[in-house]
């Protein structure tokens, strides 16, 4: 079916760049599918308008009433009528922008989002209209097409939309699987549970970047499979427009209930106040917030009243802006509860050092308990970008068992290799890899911390704290000689914070004479160098930032100089400072006496300076040692390559 879609591309060469085919096909292809669906009500629709008194404003309630669906076409037009005169080309546009205008208001606003009416203009101007129309109206059975089989045509065409456009990494559709995947660890752990089973549920979801509602759509899917009559309603906030109208278009499809917001989830919340049962999103990777910097930066000043409290990540990755985003709208545990699933790169695990806006929002969240596990994913699963990717799943009702614990799962080995690479995604997860790594998430959730647990291999569950660490600042004391040499003079002549003072110059000159002395300690220096000075008629500088500058052009740093002391305490060296990460749980000095101390015994903590921070070093802990081969077998088998090379260079030459 895609496939036949996609070939109306063959229309549009020559008039049309690549990147600009999506502008014509989706909005056809949502309006094919609507019109192959109203079929058979179409005239029962245009009888019951008939009918309606031509006083009567608001038609909308009676018309979807006719229609047995959320939309309806009052238009005495369809596809077939459109493309049924090839003799009359010039009344196709009239007659598409009536059946467009008879579209019920919240489908004319999907259209309207792809500047549809425009298209129509250009298509006739270039004299494709009728061609187009005719070709659409030639595929049959879009009616037929399940709602899960025409999220993989609409996943086809926004793939070949993607690449022709050259979009960014992280602006990619999820793969159905991942999707599957994620569903599964979202909601698994509540499958027999009273949020979902039972009568008379009602189930909210939210995705704020929902994009085409592929994973909203799946979840419902997947809770009504668990539920059957369970209420579930769909919300989610997209800000492409083209990709909002397809998922409005498709929850018009479903007849889904819910609402799907067109705007910045960041800059324009649509759904404030607002709480959520289950909460999913797939964020762009990696994609910069400048452009809403000053709405989010008024948002963070309301502190945890807003919904940025924790800090601000870095201006190039709003990738906590929207997990931050979802946790302000978990619902309270004091009823449902809540548990979040979104996917991210390998970059909010561990960006940012200790206090930075990153490692605030990972202590935040740890300290809160919220976070139940991180499931590392493989890597090319993805069209456009082929780096790794991780689900991290929060609950603010994590199950007793993991209070104050979390789950690292390595499931990076659990794919396989596609037939045929689709852009970057080489790899797919199978249905039994899904099944696996769902079995190996729950039974972590029920068997928490125990030593005996058979996946430690690839699950490892680890306390809150165990992720956060002081960092501290290692100092080590200044050490200086002192000496006059040509360089020392050329630095004087040129030190900025000397520039001003009047007698730098008499100064030079006084102690070119002194160039090749050698002072071990400052004292020493201090009294020649005044006698140096006074005997060339010069001084010293007087205020202290022109005896700093001095000072600084006659020290140079010596491991075997003084000590040098403010105050009697030692200075410490900048360029002999270090830094040291301690486990949050274990004393600072300790580890200091362990791990410095007998390295450096001159080293002491700046105390003031030490910070708080968190990070996920998931691959760390995964980590398993490889043993390089003997050199006798790397040895033996450079011998043999180098035996080959010698006989390919012999058949060349001979």
């Known amino acids: 079916m895609a496939a036949d879609i996609w070939s109306v591309a063959d229309l549009l060469r020559g008039d049309y760049k690549r990147h600009e085919y999506g502008a014509v096909i989706l909005p056809f292809t949502l309006m094919r599918r609507l019109d192959a669906v109203m079929v058979d009500t179409r005239q029962a629709v245009r009888d019951r308008d008939a009918a309606l008194p031509a006083s009567l404003t608001n038609r909308q309630k009676p018309l979807e009433s006719a229609a047995g669906r959320p939309f309806y076409n009052v238009s005495r037009q369809n596809f077939a009528t459109i493309a049924s005169d090839p003799t009359n080309k010039s009344v196709v546009a009239k007659n598409l922008r009536d059946y467009v205008n008879g579209f019920s208001p919240v489908v004319r606003e999907v259209l309207d989002r792809f500047r549809f009416d425009e298209t129509i203009a250009r298509l006739a101007d270039a004299k494709l209209l009728y061609l187009v129309v005719s070709r659409f109206a030639q595929i049959d059975e879009l009616d037929k097409l399940k709602s899960h089989d025409m999220g993989y045509v609409f996943e086809h065409l926004i793939r070949k939309f993607a ?29 027999d549970a009273d949020v979902i089973a039972g009568p008379g549920q009602v189930i909210n979801i939210y995705d704020p970047a929902c994009g085409t509602g592929g994973m909203l759509t799946a979840a419902a899917d997947h809770l009504r499979s668990l539920n059957a009559g369970a209420q579930v309603f769909l919300y989610g906030q997209e800000l492409n427009p083209e990709s909002w109208a397809i998922c409005q278009a498709e929850m018009l499809l479903r007849d889904q209930q819910g609402d799907i917001k067109l705007g910045n ?49 870095r201006i190039n990755d709003g990738s906590f802006l929207f997990l931050q985003n979802m946790i302000s709208k978990m619902e309270r545990v004091e009823g449902k509860g809540a548990r979040i699933a979104i996917i991210f790169n390998g970059s909010p695990l561990f960006t940012g ?10 202590r935040w969240i740890l300290e809160n308990d919220w976070l139940e596990g991180i499931v590392a994913l493989p890597d090319q699963l993805f069209y456009n970008t082929g780096i790794s990717t991780y689900f991290w799943i929060l609950s603010n009702r994590k199950p007793a068992k993991l209070a104050g614990k979390v789950i690292l799962l390595d499931a990076r080995d659990q794919s396989v290799k596609m037939r045929k690479s689709l852009g970057d995604k080489r790899k797919q997860i199978s249905d039994a890899q899904i099944d696996h790594v769902s079995k190996l998430y729950v039974r972590a959730l029920e068997v928490a911390g125990d030593p005996e647990n058979p996946d430690h291999g690839k699950v490892k569950i680890f306390g809150t704290r165990d992720f956060g660490y002081h960092r501290i600042t290692v100092e080590r004391p200044l050490k200086q000689r002192f000496e006059i040499t040509e360089d020392t003079l050329l630095a004087l002549t040129e030190a900025k914070a000397l520039a001003k ?54 020290a140079v740093s010596d491991p075997e100089g003084e000590v040098q002391l403010h105050k009697g305490k030692p200075i410490p060296d900048p360029d002999l400072r270090d830094f040291e990460n301690v486990p949050l749980d274990e004393d600072i000095h300790t580890y200091f006496t362990r791990e410095v101390t007998p390295h450096v015994p001159d080293a002491w903590i700046d105390e003031e300076k030490t910070k708080v921070g968190y990070e996920i070093p998931f691959t760390r802990h995964f980590y398993v040692y490889t043993p390089p081969r003997p050199l006798a077998e790397i040895d033996a088998e450079l011998k043999d390559l180098e035996a080959q090379i010698q006989k390919l260079l012999g058949e060349v030459t001979a």
């Open 163 to 191: 690449e022709d456009s050259n979009e960014t990494a992280g602006e990619h559709f999820t793969p159905r699987e991942v999707i599957k995947l994620m569903v599964n660890l979202l909601v698994a752990p509540d499958a």
């Open 265 to 313: 989830s960041f800059s324009q919340d649509r759904f404030a106040g607002r709480r959520f049962d289950y909460m999913l999103a797939n964020p762009p990777f990696g994609v910069e917030w400048k452009k809403v910097k000053d709405d989010v930066d008024r948002e963070a000043e309301l502190g945890y009243a807003g919904r940025f409290g924790a800090g601000l990540p």
């Open 353 to 362: 050092a200790a206090e930075s806006g990153e490692s605030n929002i990972r």
């Open 501 to 554: 003072w009047d007698g730098r110059q008499k100064l030079v000159e006084a102690l070119h004479d002194a160039i090749g002395s050698v002072w071990r300690t400052k004292d020493e220096a201090t009294s020649e160098l005044l006698a140096a000075a006074m005997a060339g008629g010069a001084s010293l500088p007087g205020t202290a930032a022109h005896l700093k500058a001095f000072w600084n052009a006659v």
